[in-house]
Nanobody
Framework: QVQLVESGGGLVQAAGSLRLSCAAS????????MGWFRQAPGNEREFVAF????????HYADSVKGRFTISRENAKNTLYLQMNSLKPEDTAIYYC???????????????WGQGTAVSVSS
């Protein structure tokens, strides 16, 4: 029911910024909680950020708290991740994901994008 396509990745210097976007298909974007995940070479996929279906609740991994901001524009069917003060350890493939609304704000992510690469140089 939902297709997700990430964009905005690229090469950036340490302390720089990038904004990732995730475009969703379909008419029911606001029915889903959304999240960002990342996977670095040789590492497991890790949680980065969560945003509720209405955008009023957000959660962040400790490693990105204070540097990254997740947001969404439901009218545009688009999810964003603003990444500031980037560090080399942020280098990874970043994925957006969607899951049905959850009252505990811990959804089961059932839809995933293909990923967009972020490389941060020292």
């Amino acid at each position: 029911q939902v297709q997700l396509v990430e964009s905005g990745g690229g090469l950036v210097q340490a302390a720089g910024s990038l904004r990732l976007s995730c475009a969703a298909s379909g008419r029911s974007f606001s029915s889903y909680d959304m999240g960002w995940f990342r996977q670095a070479p040789g590492n497991e996929r890790e949680f980065v950020a969560f945003i509720s279906w209405g955008g009023d609740v957000t959660h962040y991994a400790d490693s990105v708290k204070g540097r990254f901001t997740i947001s969404r524009e439901n009218a545009k069917n688009t999810l964003y991740l603003q990444m500031n003060s980037l560090k080399p350890e942020d280098t990874a493939i970043y994925y957006c994901a969607a899951g049905p609304r959850d009252i505990y704000y811990n959804p089961l992510y059932t839809y995933w994008g293909q990923g967009t690469a972020v490389s941060v140089s020292s």
